[in-house]
């Protein structure tokens, strides 16, 4: 019954969207660093988008760390945080498409049934996002 009466407290409505978006831009962030150039990690990553086809894999990764660490400082921050959720949408979009779509292997299936809530997530926080604009 308490639960019940939390969840739908105007308190609970209040503070959620603000944990979610500082999560999400922790996440981000977390992310963003494995793509951090001179490392190993970013090296692996620039292996698996050449392994995809996609041209000029290194500028990718290099963009793709430029565009996780800002939306990522802008969900963290407030800043334009609507903006930077519905940015991400079409890029792990994207990214889902080109890297998880193999549905043979139950790791890219799980993959992309992750990325298809991170998806759901993102449109749900760019319509309700605490949200602060300079």
Request: proline content about 4%; charged content about 10%.
């Amino acid at each position: 019954m308490y639960m019940n009466n939390f969840i739908y407290s105007s308190k609970y409505s209040r503070v959620v969207p603000y944990i979610a978006r500082t999560l999400f831009g922790i996440f981000f962030l977390f992310a963003a660093s494995s793509k951090i150039p001179g490392t190993a990690m970013f090296v692996g990553n620039v292996g698996a988008v050449a392994g995809v086809g996609l041209p000029f894999p290194t500028l990718m990764v290099v963009l793709a760390f430029i565009l996780e660490t800002g939306a990522g400082l802008m969900l963290l921050t407030g800043h334009y945080s609507r903006l930077a959720a519905a940015v991400l949408i079409p890029y792990i979009a994207l990214l889902t498409i080109l890297f998880h779509m193999s549905f043979r292997d139950q790791n890219e299936f799980g993959f992309f049934i992750d990325h298809l809530l991170l998806i759901t997530s993102l449109l749900l926080l760019s319509a309700v996002a605490p949200d602060k604009r300079v």
